[in-house]
């Protein structure tokens, strides 16, 4: 290299030109820039020698100006056709003669300029420049239109998400799905880095973080303030496949054939179904008959859906993938499309419907004396509340003597039970409701004789499916209880009545089990006993609603006792996710219930302790129902009532704090 021979370097990652000054040491030289700020450079971190007559510093931006003029990126194309056949590679100064025609500085300069900078055509190996593959530059090609594409749907999608946050109406894109995706899953997995999210996030000036995240979607509309992240975690499926739904529409419009040629008519029997209010699925009812000997015949009439699924149809599979009706205090996310659930799969008032039927005689006492079963029609009559049978009961109406029948002979049943074992344990109950406008409203449910009525029966019905399958050899899940520790009477009579010595029982009750071998369920004082009275809402329920249904036929089980234990787990584990989702929804309505409540005072019970030497236990808000846990500030018993405020809630970081005012103590 000479003085004032032009060359290129780079200086922080930037291309630079620079005029040879003179040497520095053995090897270096010192260089100045258009600007006269030197560098002192070795020969290796020269990028290119630009030839031509030697220059000074201040020709530098003329240089470049005259550059400038040859610096068109097509003319490459052009050049790469001629030479990709050949495939033979080309320095600066042989692609200048190629595209200009001439080998002087500026033009070969500019052909340095534009191989160096191309992306597509060339790839340099050392000081020469081969030309690319036909497929590999069609493929770089592609690649950069998915780029430009992705950018172009990147800054759209920016634009919509400000034109969201002024207020305006959006209509999302497809495109945009991929962006919210990676927005949800830095939420529901804050411990995972998602790129994308990020991207997004910094792309609008916001805080990299879950929290950020969190509130954007809310800001943009897409999420409330209170979106449920425990069912967006979980894996249980908010909407049903478009073919499931096309399915239901499809049973709904011109049902299929009734597997069942002889079903019992019942549709001359008074029915009475008794649900809550709001209750849309509609799977039992009850009636009474008379038979000639003068003996009462109780009938339980469970919905049939088995007149429209088919094991491992459409519906099949997806009720089985859900394995339970989703109850939530914003609304229920059914285990079958509603069309279906609560149209022709429910016992509607004043329609025929198909049925499972239990006819079941008691003895005097309670016990079963005898029973069938039989695929029915029925017509339900009267569509009941809990509140509605109640009043009835206590008014003593005597237009529908059923009533009373009926709330007599689950009298007897509870009283049978009770002589069996059964262990009966009562504390109070809280529905949360939550309406559109996230309003929450908690009502405490109160015992009465209307829902003993319906859980006696529905006990029964489970017992006598229970005591057939066991008979015919069905198989079917069973449900059982091992017999628990329970403490000695004199230890529980120490404990005050109520609350307290019923949450001390039920802490010793072991979790009831599912299988194929029929076993005792201690809780309920059964010796064998099955689900099958929801088989709308249950998996577990309608698998054994086939069993026995089949069986009613003449037919094979269409499962195995292998397979029946096989589903049955699967059923169990998704139905257990499936209940941590709901009760830690109920937690966090209830906790917000409380915030929102926050200036009032609410009565409590000191119900069982957590850590006694710590203060720390479970208070039962006796107005509300809920048990939530309070590190007191004084010297409580087990029983103490106690009066406590809100000082601090935050559902979302699951957080309730109490202060107490200490009332009275029970003895």
Known sequence: MEKGTLIEFKAQGERRLAVAERPEGKKHWIVLDQWGQSHTLHPRQVEYEVGGDPKRPQEIPSFLGEVESYLDPSSLEVAWELLVE???????????????????????????CLLTEDKIYFKQKGNVFEPRSSSQVAEIKHQLEVEQQRNLEKTEFIQRVKQALAGESVDWKSSDRARFEALEKSILQPDLEVRLAKETLAELGREQSSDSAFNLLIDIGLWSRHENLFLRRSSYPIQFPQK??????????????????????????????????????????????????????IWIHIADPTRLVRPDDELDQEARRRSTSLYLPTGMISMFPSELATGPMSLIQGKVCPAMSFAVILAEDGAVAEYTIAATWVKPTYRLTYDDVDEMLELGVTAEPEIAQLAHWAQQRKQWRQSQGSINISLPEAVIKVNQEEEVEIELLEESQARELVAEMMI???????????????????????????????????????????????????????????????????????????????????????????????????????????????????????????????????????????????????????????????????????????????????GDRVEVEVVAADPHQDLIRFREFVESTVN
């Open 86 to 112: 050949d495939g033979e590679a080309v320095t600066p100064e042989e692609m200048a003669a190629v595209l200009f025609s001439d080998q002087s500085a500026i033009p070969c300069y500019a052909a340095y």
């Open 244 to 297: 499931v739904l096309d399915v239901a529409q499809q049973y709904v419009d011109s049902p299929p054939d009734d597997l069942e040629r002889d079903r019992l008519d019942l549709t001359h029997q008074k029915v009475y179904t008794i649900d809550d209010e709001s209750t849309k699925e509609i799977d039992d009812g009850v009636s009474v008959e008379i038979l000639p000997d003068g003996r009462q015949q």
């Open 460 to 638: 029964l019905a489970g017992e006598v499916a229970g005591r057939f399958a066991v008979d015919k050899e069905i198989p079917i899940p069973f449900r059982s209880q091992p017999q628990p520790e329970l403490p000695p009477e004199e230890t529980l009579l120490q404990l005050p009545a109520g609350p307290v010595r019923s949450c001390a029982l039920r802490g010793c009750m072991p979790r009831s089990e599912m299988g194929t071998t029929p076993a005792r369920h201690a809780g309920l004082g059964l010796e064998v006993y099955t689900q099958v009275t929801s088989p709308i809402r249950r998996y577990v329920d309608l698998l054994s609603h086939f069993q026995i249904k089949a069986y009613l036929r003449g037919e094979a089980c269409p499962f195995t006792t292998e397979q029946v234990q096989e589903v049955a787990f699967s059923a169990a584990s998704a139905t257990y996710e499936a209940t941590l989702v709901e009760r830690q929804t109920r937690r966090y309505w209830a906790l917000e219930y409380l915030r929102r409540h926050s200036d009032e005072r609410w009565n409590a019970i000191v119900l069982r302790w957590l850590r006694e030497d710590d203060n720390l236990g479970i208070i039962l808000l006796e107005d509300l129902g809920l048990e939530l846990p309070h590190r007191f500030q004084t010297n409580v018993e087990l």
